[in-house]
């Protein structure tokens, strides 16, 4: 575990970034404010209103108030024992009991003097809370410079809140010799101060600046401390800046005591018509492999105007790359984006997302029925040097890809569609064992659906053409080849309802047969290569389609038909569905004998029986689950179950067991849940909607049954006190079949203020479904919300 302790800095400024907002929502807001301060020259043209007990003086000239005396203008307000106004001056004066709220800033003490219109005086010991953070403290004195500057002395700073106590010490607490504050650019600076926890000093810092939103700004960001078996002691000092409102860069020098010095930056932009991202790690020499190592992800997106498309040209750019096979191991916390894949693809890459990098370049536009678009694709692969058996066969490369997708519905109501797909496959021979080629392919086809409540029907007529051309003879000694493939579908349904109640509970049953024939004629595809078609994943969805493979390069011979039935309960009044449950079943008229490469053709007349069922009968619970059976063996291939509580907020169990027969088995346990409610506490407690003053555990169990052990695996606790979080949390990741990455990581967040530490929200959100973090920000409040 890390513990930070007493952090001396010449100069340290805590920087406010958005962590984890998109792009598009970062522009800075200091133009659209919805309540902006009233300027001094509004302001003296506004009525004064006094009140009290009594009131005297001359007119024109001074007014004194006594007993429950009170002086508003605009949106400041005075309250005192006694209070002198001098309009000639524009100078008051309370004494006693002084309470002063402007916009919802509140100062009080026993003695004010202040230039009404341009806000300008001194204020003798007041105690203080600002609206915008909710941050409260006391001094010796305050000086108002004017209506968006003041300068605090002897000051404190803390957003605990009060108990009433004589005795009452926050947990934190900011202690400075001078704060000054700007509300117009929302930035408080503290010099000689000295951050303390629960009465020990923390991080001393001879000056400081802060923000009192959440409007961002540059400067070092707090900095962290990690601990992990493969970089040893991490810290890491962020520097923040805030180029444009529109523009923000994040640089990132992080020392591991194992491995040396890593520079990360991170960019990011908003243009009307661009915004993307860039990422770069630099590391100059790794220890850890004894060589420089680097990393890129940029991400930009763009819109081109022009007369040639309906809405223009749409411009998607996904760039990553790192500097050797290793990196994924080394560095498990890297993060890459993949683009937009083909299914097939993208199933690789879901097994794999570390490990294959995407480098992708798409330029997509409309005309009218027509939508379009280019690619070139070129995927980086990272291959396991310790183990080749793990060791992957990549996709290849697109290069380039030109697609169409044409679709229109005729007056009486047949549905036309063509897609063509023109693209250059290139990729290591000596890994692939396959021809690098160019492939054309067309899909038309004409449906029509007949629709009704009772049910519908629908025929489909489709046509595949499909040419190649290869660099090199294949081993029949073409250099070219074609295929033509009709494919005839007809999918039919029937819907009846029912009345019911179960339970004491009324509902409407549904009963939904379902039938879907097709007949596609065989053709000889084994001598074609396989550049991106896979085996359609066996599920309740891809049993009622056409072809039993994805991708271009395989279309499946059939003869079959798919039979099945869904019933669901439905709440009649909201139409929730409450409850769902499903079989299906595919029938095999004549063997498949079109295979993938190494694959065997499908003979069994029976496919195996599929079940899936969900029920949501409580909001609180949801359970779901899919098995497959064969009857072969009478026994299950292949089932998941998975189930969820969620009673409230920041309380959430999940568990899933996922089992395929010789191959894998697995248990997955993930929750966030405060103790105090496991040890026994309020029934109130476990439907309170906040979450302060509790301690949570939080964590992921994957446990792999075959190999019994842990696969991936993370435990933590979290403690909110309203002012101030605590997280720690320990992270194992497995990065081999015998090696594992492991890491703590420890918080401690002062709310309105700073943390220390390092941040593992992304690690729980990424590993716990329906993860909710502590305190979350509420936005600005209103001045309104603290008015006198």
Same mark, same amino acid.
């Given at each position: 575990?890390?513990?930070?302790?007493?952090?001396?800095?010449?100069?340290?400024?805590?920087? /406010?970034?958005?962590?984890?907002?998109?792009?598009?929502?970062?522009?800075?807001?200091?133009?659209?404010?919805?309540?902006?301060?009233?300027?001094?020259? *509004?302001?003296?043209?506004?009525?004064?209103?006094?009140?009290?007990?009594?009131?005297?003086?001359?007119?024109?000239?001074?007014?004194?108030?006594?007993?429950? &005396?009170?002086?508003?203008?605009?949106?400041?307000? =005075?309250?005192?024992?006694?209070?002198?106004?001098?309009?000639?001056?524009?100078?008051?004066?309370?004494?006693?009991?002084?309470?002063?709220?402007?916009?919802?800033? $509140?100062?009080?003490?026993?003695?004010?003097?202040?230039?009404?219109?341009?806000?300008?005086?001194?204020?003798?010991?007041?105690?203080?809370?600002?609206?915008?953070?909710?941050?409260?403290? /006391?001094?010796?004195?305050?000086?108002?410079?004017?209506?968006?500057? &003041?300068?605090?002395?002897?000051?404190?700073?803390?957003?605990?809140?009060?108990?009433?106590?004589?005795?009452?010490?926050?947990?934190?607490?900011?202690?400075?010799?001078?704060?000054?504050?700007?509300?117009?650019?929302?930035?408080?600076?503290?010099?000689?101060?000295?951050?303390?926890?629960?009465?020990?000093?923390?991080?001393?810092?001879?000056?400081?600046?802060?923000?009192?939103?959440?409007?961002?700004?540059?400067?070092?960001?707090?900095?962290?401390?990690?601990?992990?078996?493969?970089?040893?002691?991490?810290?890491?000092?962020?520097?923040?800046?805030? $180029?444009?409102?529109?523009?923000?860069?994040? =640089?990132?020098?992080?020392?591991?005591?194992?491995?040396?010095?890593?520079?990360?930056?991170?960019?990011?932009?908003?243009?009307?018509?661009?915004?993307?991202?860039?990422?770069?790690?630099?590391?100059?020499?790794?220890?850890?492999?004894?060589?420089?190592?680097?990393?890129?992800?940029?991400?930009?997106?763009?819109? =081109?105007?022009?007369?040639?498309?309906?809405?223009? +040209?749409?411009?998607?750019?996904?760039?990553?790359?790192?500097?050797?096979?290793?990196?994924?191991?080394?560095?498990?916390?890297?993060?890459?984006?993949?683009?937009?894949?083909?299914?097939?693809?993208?199933?690789?890459?879901?097994?794999?997302?570390?490990?294959? @990098?995407?480098?992708?370049? !798409?330029?997509?536009?409309?005309?009218?029925?027509?939508?379009?678009?280019?690619?070139?694709?070129?995927?980086?692969?990272?291959?396991?040097?310790?183990?080749?058996?793990?060791?992957?066969?990549?996709?290849?490369?697109?290069?380039?890809?030109? *697609?169409?997708?044409?679709?229109?519905?005729?007056?009486?109501?047949?549905?036309?569609?063509?897609?063509?797909?023109?693209?250059?496959?290139?990729?290591?021979?000596?890994?692939?064992? !396959?021809?690098?080629?160019?492939?054309? +392919?067309? @899909?038309?086809?004409?449906?029509?659906?007949?629709?009704?409540?009772?049910?519908?029907?629908?025929?489909?007529? !489709?046509?595949?053409?499909?040419?190649?051309?290869?660099?090199?003879?294949?081993?029949?000694? /073409?250099?070219?080849?074609?295929?033509?493939?009709?494919? +005839?579908?007809?999918?039919?349904?029937?819907?009846?309802?029912?009345?019911?109640?179960?339970?004491?509970?009324?509902?409407?049953?549904? @009963?939904?047969?379902?039938?879907?024939?097709?007949?596609?004629?065989?053709?000889?595809?084994?001598?074609?290569?396989?550049?991106?078609?896979?085996?359609?994943?066996?599920?309740?969805?891809?049993?009622?389609?056409?072809?039993?493979?994805?991708?271009?390069?395989?279309?499946?011979?059939?003869?079959?038909?798919?039979?099945?039935?869904?019933?669901?309960?439905?709440?009649?009044?909201?139409?929730?569905?409450? &409850?769902? +449950?499903?079989? &299906?079943?595919? $029938?095999?008229?004549?063997?498949?004998?079109?295979?993938?490469?190494?694959?065997?053709?499908?003979?069994?007349?029976?496919?195996?029986?599929?079940?899936?069922?969900?029920?949501?009968?409580?909001?609180?619970?949801?359970?779901?689950?899919?098995?497959?059976?064969?009857?072969?063996?009478?026994?299950?291939?292949?089932?998941?179950?998975?189930?969820?509580?969620?009673?409230?907020?920041?309380?959430?169990?999940?568990?899933?067991?996922?089992? /395929?027969?010789?191959?894998?088995?697995?248990?997955?346990?993930?929750?966030?849940?405060?103790?105090?409610?496991?040890?026994?506490?309020?029934? !109130?407690?476990?439907?309170?909607?906040?979450?302060?003053?509790?301690?949570?555990?939080?964590?992921?169990?994957?446990?792999?049954?075959?190999?019994?052990?842990?696969?991936?695996?993370?435990?933590?606790?979290?403690?909110?006190?309203?002012?101030?979080?605590?997280?720690?949390?320990?992270?194992?990741?497995?990065?081999?079949?015998?090696?594992?990455?492991?890491?703590?990581?420890?918080?401690?967040?002062?709310?309105?203020?700073?943390?220390?530490?390092?941040?593992?929200?992304?690690?729980?959100?990424?590993?716990?479904?329906?993860?909710?973090?502590?305190?979350?920000?509420?936005?600005?409040?209103?001045?309104?919300?603290?008015?006198?």
């Amino acid at each position: 575990m890390c513990v930070v302790g007493g952090l001396l800095a010449p100069t340290l400024v805590l920087a /406010q970034e958005q962590e984890g907002v998109p792009i598009e929502l970062l522009q800075l807001r200091n133009s659209a404010k919805l309540e902006e301060s009233i300027s001094p020259l *509004t302001r003296s043209l506004l009525p004064s209103f006094v009140s009290g007990d009594t009131i005297s003086g001359r007119t024109d000239l001074e007014t004194v108030v006594e007993g429950h &005396a009170m002086f508003r203008k605009a949106d400041m307000v =005075i309250k005192a024992d006694r209070l002198e106004y001098n309009q000639p001056t524009d100078l008051a004066r309370a004494i006693g009991h002084v309470r002063i709220n402007r916009a919802g800033n $509140i100062f009080e003490g026993p003695l004010l003097e202040l230039r009404v219109d341009a806000f300008e005086g001194f204020f003798n010991t007041p105690n203080y809370h600002f609206l915008k953070n909710d941050g409260h403290g /006391q001094a010796d004195r305050v000086n108002f410079l004017d209506d968006q500057r &003041a300068v605090i002395h002897n000051a404190t700073f803390t957003t605990c809140k009060r108990d009433g106590g004589p005795d009452w010490l926050p947990a934190w607490i900011l202690k400075a010799s001078r704060i000054g504050i700007d509300n117009a650019e929302d930035v408080g600076t503290a010099e000689g101060a000295v951050l303390s926890f629960k009465g020990l000093p923390v991080l001393p810092i001879p000056y400081v600046t802060f923000p009192l939103s959440d409007q961002r700004k540059s400067g070092l960001l707090p900095p962290t401390i990690g601990l992990g078996n493969v970089n040893g002691f991490e810290l890491a000092q962020p520097y923040y800046w805030n $180029i444009a409102p529109n523009r923000d860069a994040t =640089i990132t020098p992080t020392l591991m005591t194992k491995r040396g010095l890593n520079l990360g930056t991170e960019f990011r932009y908003l243009e009307p018509d661009y915004t993307g991202t860039a990422k770069m790690d630099w590391m100059g020499s790794d220890d850890l492999r004894d060589r420089s190592r680097w990393s890129l992800n940029a991400n930009h997106q763009a819109k =081109i105007n022009s007369d040639w498309a309906d809405n223009g +040209f749409n411009l998607n750019l996904n760039l990553n790359r790192v500097s050797d096979d290793n990196y994924w191991k080394d560095f498990s916390r890297a993060t890459v984006t993949t683009g937009q894949l083909s299914v097939n693809d993208a199933a690789l890459v879901a097994a794999n997302t570390q490990r294959l @990098l995407a480098n992708d370049a !798409q330029l997509s536009w409309a005309n009218g029925p027509f939508t379009s678009m280019v690619r070139v694709l070129k995927w980086q692969t990272l291959q396991d040097l310790e183990n080749s058996a793990a060791n992957i066969v990549p996709p290849y490369n697109r290069m380039p890809q030109l *697609t169409t997708h044409y679709a229109s519905e005729t007056e009486s109501g047949l549905n036309l569609a063509l897609d063509m797909d023109y693209t250059r496959f290139e990729s290591d021979n000596k890994v692939s064992n !396959q021809n690098n080629g160019q492939r054309l +392919f067309s @899909l038309m086809q004409v449906s029509r659906s007949w629709r009704a409540p009772e049910g519908f029907i629908t025929p489909k007529l !489709q046509f595949h053409a499909t040419q190649y051309e290869f660099d090199a003879p294949l081993s029949t000694g /073409q250099k070219q080849a074609s295929r033509v493939l009709p494919t +005839f579908s007809l999918d039919s349904g029937l819907v009846f309802e029912r009345d019911t109640e179960f339970f004491g509970r009324k509902l409407n049953q549904t @009963l939904e047969p379902r039938a879907f024939y097709v007949h596609t004629p065989y053709r000889d595809q084994s001598f074609l290569p396989n550049y991106d078609s896979g085996a359609n994943d066996f599920n309740l969805s891809t049993i009622y389609t056409e072809n039993a493979f994805v991708g271009n390069d395989r279309i499946s011979d059939s003869h079959q038909m798919t039979l099945g039935v869904t019933s669901r309960l439905l709440d009649p009044d909201t139409g929730a569905e409450a &409850a769902r +449950f499903g079989v &299906a079943q595919r $029938i095999l008229f004549d063997d498949q004998k079109v295979t993938l490469p190494g694959g065997t053709a499908l003979t069994d007349r029976v496919s195996d029986l599929l079940l899936s069922g969900s029920v949501n009968w409580d909001p609180r619970w949801n359970f779901g689950g899919t098995v497959q059976y064969n009857p072969d063996i009478e026994r299950t291939s292949r089932s998941t179950l998975n189930a969820t509580y969620r009673p409230g907020s920041y309380r959430i169990l999940n568990a899933a067991y996922r089992f /395929q027969r010789a191959s894998s088995e697995q248990i997955d346990l993930s929750w966030q849940w405060p103790l105090a409610d496991l040890w026994g506490s309020s029934k !109130q407690a476990m439907t309170m909607g906040d979450s302060a003053g509790r301690w949570y555990s939080v964590g992921r169990l994957n446990y792999g049954v075959n190999e019994g052990q842990m696969v991936n695996a993370v435990l933590g606790f979290e403690y909110d006190a309203s002012c101030w979080l605590g997280r720690v949390v320990f992270e194992r990741l497995q990065t081999g079949t015998s090696r594992a990455s492991q890491s703590i990581m420890f918080q401690l967040v002062f709310v309105g203020f700073t943390g220390l530490g390092v941040n593992p929200l992304q690690a729980l959100k990424n590993n716990i479904p329906g993860y909710q973090s502590l305190s979350q920000p509420a936005g600005s409040p209103s001045r309104f919300s603290n008015y006198d």
